[in-house]
């Protein structure tokens, strides 16, 4: 696919759709209709950033994303291969779009009820090392937050470190398929953000830790339960293209 193609079809994507689905649902695209056939090696990272214009960040995502699904598998020392060319219909959530207020509703909905037992239940099987890690992507959180990150992906650690914590596999299993679109900050109305948004999360994410340490399962279900409808009265707020700061206060 020639590079006027590639940026043709960027301009018919979706206003507001992320860089990452986009780099996904072309390659995925590609895989489906035979221009990488399984058992062939996707173009490098380079050669994809060079393509689509995007940065590296962009580009891992994305094959993460397809890996996830099944799609592509990493070999160490020589690449990304094809592993299957399953459509978005095969696969659990792929039809789920981050733009859409209605997908991250739905999404946020799933997590509650998954992630509200899984701290309760963190917070009473958790072994020391399992409770070490929590903190740990606790402080990955804040590291990144002070050096000017993105706080996504950390995020989403925390999250899937407290599932670990249950002992029981199938939680990180759930969350595992969620990964690209459990933390839908990407598609955010960031103008609309307050000054604190980052201290409002980071103290629901320690309230949440912290009971987990102190080994109480009501308090944990209950911060873990704050935590996530805050987060879903949040994005109901600043997903608006009218967002205004007072209205994301409001919502908190």
């Known amino acids: 696919m020639d590079q006027g193609k590639v940026e043709d079809g960027m301009t018919e994507k979706k206003k507001g759709a992320s860089l990452v689905q986009t780099v996904t649902d072309a390659l995925r695209d590609r895989i489906a209709e035979g221009e990488h056939p399984v058992g062939s090696r996707l173009p490098s990272n380079a050669e994809l950033c060079a393509e689509f214009g995007f940065s590296r960040t962009v580009i ?3 094959i993460a994303s397809l890996a996830s699904d099944g799609m592509v598998e990493s070999r160490q020392g020589s690449g990304v291969f094809v592993t299957s060319s399953a459509r978005g219909g095969d ?3 792929a039809d789920m779009d981050p733009a859409r207020i209605s997908s991250v509703i739905e999404i946020l909905e799933l997590r ?3 992630e509200v037992e899984a701290a309760g239940l963190a917070a009473r099987r958790r072994s020391p090392q399992q409770m070490e890690t929590i903190i740990e992507r606790f402080q990955d959180i804040l590291r990144r937050e002070q050096e000017g990150d993105s706080t996504a992906g950390a995020d989403f650690e925390f999250h899937f470190a407290i599932s670990a914590a249950t002992n029981n596999p199938r939680f990180c299993d759930v969350l595992s398929l969620l990964r ?3 933390i839908p900050r990407h598609v955010l109305n960031t103008a609309a953000l307050p000054e604190d948004y980052a201290t409002t999360l980071n103290d ?6 912290v009971a987990i340490l102190d080994q109480d ?3 944990a279900k209950a911060e873990m339960r704050a935590h996530l ?3 879903l009265r949040r994005y109901r707020a600043l997903a608006g293209v009218n967002g205004t700061r007072d209205e994301v206060r409001a919502a908190q």
């Open 60 to 62: 891992r995502e994305a």
């Open 180 to 182: 690209q679109v459990a």
């Open 204 to 209: 629901e994410h320690r309230r949440i830790m």
């Open 217 to 219: 399962e009501a308090a």
């Open 91 to 93: 696969v659990p959530f």
């Open 112 to 114: 509650t009820a998954i």
């Open 229 to 231: 409808s805050g987060s």
